[in-house]
T-cell receptor, first 116, second 112 residues
Framework: DTGVSQNPRHKITKRGQNVTFRCDPI?????LYWYRQTLGQGPEFLTY????????KSRLLSDRFSAERPKGSFSTLEIQRTEQGDSAMYLC??????????????FGPGTRLTVL | DAKTTQPNSMESNEEEPVHLPCNHSTISGTDYIHWYRQLPSQGPEYVIHGLTSNVNNRMASLAIAEDRKSSTLILHRATLRDAAVYYCILLHTSGNTGKLIFGQGTTLQVKP
């Protein structure tokens, strides 16, 4: 257990429905990252927050995706109008970089999304 | 982003050393070399990182070539629990967002 928790662990939904995932990072960590991982591939970066500010978004993050981190604590990732191609593992990670290079990320167990 | 190349898969016997190679011929002077691994059904976990000198920690050792164009992650005595996908990743030091760019990694099988 890294101290990063994600809920739910599994989500099955029908195409066209909206889903929301939650990530609780390690409490003193000011950076929070979202990644997506499909079967047989390495994780792909989606977006990251420094405190409550969303500082970078990947081109993978279409306008159906939105992420928030109110008050710089937990974060939510919402997918609207889900498509079958959204089926993947969604991973959250947090870090507290002391100098940038020491940005060790601690990953949660992920939320596995299946879109039928 | 500078790219890394790793073998798709490797096999090892339990309790033997394992050397996992990574090529990064386009590495820049400000890139750190990070290794993460991902056990089945888990999120990735940090293993080790370095810049120029070899590094040791409780999990592994990292040997970095003198020209920095390649590196090797060394597991001194492989256990069944070390079976995982190992990712070699380069991180810029300047303007660093910290985002990790994962490749395909090396799938390590450990045989009893």
């Amino acid at each position: 257990d890294t101290g990063v928790s994600q809920n739910p662990r599994h989500k099955i939904t029908k195409r066209g429905q909206n889903v929301t995932f939650r990530c609780d990072p390690i409490s003193e960590h000011n950076r929070l990252y979202w990644y997506r991982q499909t079967l047989g591939q390495g994780p792909e970066f989606l977006t990251y927050f420094q405190n409550e500010a969303q500082l970078e978004k990947s081109r993978l993050l279409s306008d159906r995706f939105s992420a928030e981190r109110p008050k710089g604590s937990f974060s939510t990732l919402e997918i609207q109008r889900t498509e079958q191609g959204d089926s993947a593992m969604y991973l959250c990670a947090s870090s507290f970089p002391t100098s940038g290079v020491e940005d060790t990320q601690y990953f949660g167990p992920g939320t596995r999304l299946t879109v039928l | 982003d500078a790219k890394t190349t790793q073998p798709n898969s490797m096999e090892s016997n339990e309790e033997e050393p394992v050397h996992l190679p990574c090529n990064h011929s386009t590495i820049s002077g400000t890139d750190y070399i990070h290794w993460y691994r991902q056990l089945p059904s888990q999120g990735p976990e940090y293993v080790i990182h370095g810049l120029t000198s070899n590094v040791n920690n409780r999990m592994a050792s990292l040997a970095i070539a003198e020209d920095r164009k390649s590196s090797t992650l060394i597991l001194h005595r492989a256990t069944l629990r070390d079976a995982a996908v190992y990712y070699c990743i380069l991180l810029h030091t300047s303007g660093n967002t910290g985002k990790l760019i994962f490749g395909q990694g090396t799938t390590l099988q450990v045989k009893p």
